[in-house]
């Protein structure tokens, strides 16, 4: 059985990723070059290391765009995303599986429109995905209360955009991801909020802007280190290879703070950089990870088991034609498409 879960797996992996591809048309119309940019957002994120870590997220935003020649806008919004699950199924099932939670929107149109929404009830949660140009892609979904044992939230909301510059060849690629009415315990935070935004020139480096903001925190009791006002870390314009040492000196400044939260079981990780095998820059951010590690499972299914809030990723590549970007100083990582790392 664990034979014919791993072949599902891999042939899953190779499939998405042979779909990360760019290859120039044949007399195309003139471009500035290839790019594959798709921007993230998930509010509320648990995860299973096993030891490969694969994730779902509720809501969930995805925005992308694609070129050279032809152009391809696609966004997607969920209200429960099921990762790698969902693609597994849709193989299984020959492409009749379709989340129904899932609003998905592609430019030019095919067998999906331009424009997508899901809807629950009057004043509810809604999922729209909306392509209004090949260059142009935007996702947005909200989603009610989620309760589980020891963890309560009363609401997420994503927002994602990848938009192409008309005027200058610049790609921007941001997401937005807030969580509501955080309950761990006797730890009550009123708003997470993870937001990033990744600016992608031709063959050069990604720069990036970011905020993780806690916001409206208690414990009932005296909490010391982190008040009620909450914390902020933030960076703008950094260079990604830069970003980790320049939120660990925010970090260093907070540092009472994060350790009020780490006696929760929560941690707020530096971004992770990288670059993907698929040739892609993938920037990520949380703000906040909590996590656990039963010593019987070291080793084997479910070694590690976790919750994220606040989550943000973009996977991009945007290269000028016959030169690619610099990653010289960038670690491997893999690429968000593929559903697992």
């Given amino acids: 059985m664990r034979g014919v879960v791993q072949r599902i797996i891999g042939f899953a992996g190779v499939a998405l990723l042979a779909s990360l591809t760019l290859v120039p048309a044949s007399g195309a119309e003139d471009v500035d070059g290839q790019w594959l940019v798709d921007g993230y957002g998930h509010p509320v994120e648990p995860y299973i290391q096993i030891p490969g870590e694969f994730r779902a997220a509720a809501p969930a935003t995805q925005a992308g765009i694609e070129g050279a020649a032809p152009l391809r806008c696609q966004a ?22 379709n989340n129904p939670t899932k609003a998905w929107a592609i430019n030019p149109p095919t067998a999906r429109p331009v424009k997508d929404e899901k809807t629950t009830y009057p004043g509810g949660p809604t999922g729209t995905a909306n392509c209004p140009s090949s260059g142009h892609s935007e996702a947005d979904s909200t989603l009610g209360p989620l309760v589980s044992q020891g963890l309560s939230i009363e609401g997420g909301s994503s927002r994602t955009t990848t938009v192409k510059s008309d005027d200058e060849s610049l790609i921007v690629s941001e997401s937005m991801n807030r969580a509501t009415g955080v309950k761990v315990g006797d730890l009550s935070i009123a708003s997470v909020l993870g937001w990033m935004k990744v600016e992608l020139r031709p063959s ?39 970003l ?31 670059y993907s095998a698929a040739g892609r820059y993938i920037l990520e951010i949380s703000a906040l990870d909590g996590s656990f590690s039963p010593t019987a499972r ?22 000028a ?16 498409a593929v559903g697992v790392s």
């Fill in 76 to 97: 997607i919004a969920y209200f429960y995303d099921g990762g790698l699950g969902d693609s597994v199924a849709q193989i299984l099932s020959y492409n009749q599986f």
């Fill in 204 to 242: 050069s480096e990604p720069k990036v802007t970011y905020r993780i903001e806690l916001g409206g925190i208690s414990d009932g009791k005296n909490f010391s280190g982190a008040n009620y006002e909450g914390l902020v870390l933030a960076g703008q314009g950094v260079g990604g290879a830069d």
């Fill in 244 to 274: 980790a040492k320049q939120f660990n000196e925010q970090a260093k400044a907070n540092k009472e703070a994060l350790k009020a939260l780490g006696q929760y079981g929560f941690s707020i990780f530096a971004p992770r950089v990288g």
């Fill in 298 to 319: 070291q080793g084997t299914i479910g070694q590690t088991l976790g919750i994220r809030l606040g989550v943000a990723r973009v996977a991009g590549r945007y290269e």
């Fill in 321 to 336: 034609n016959g030169e690619p970007s610099p990653h010289d100083n960038y670690q491997y990582l893999p690429d968000p």
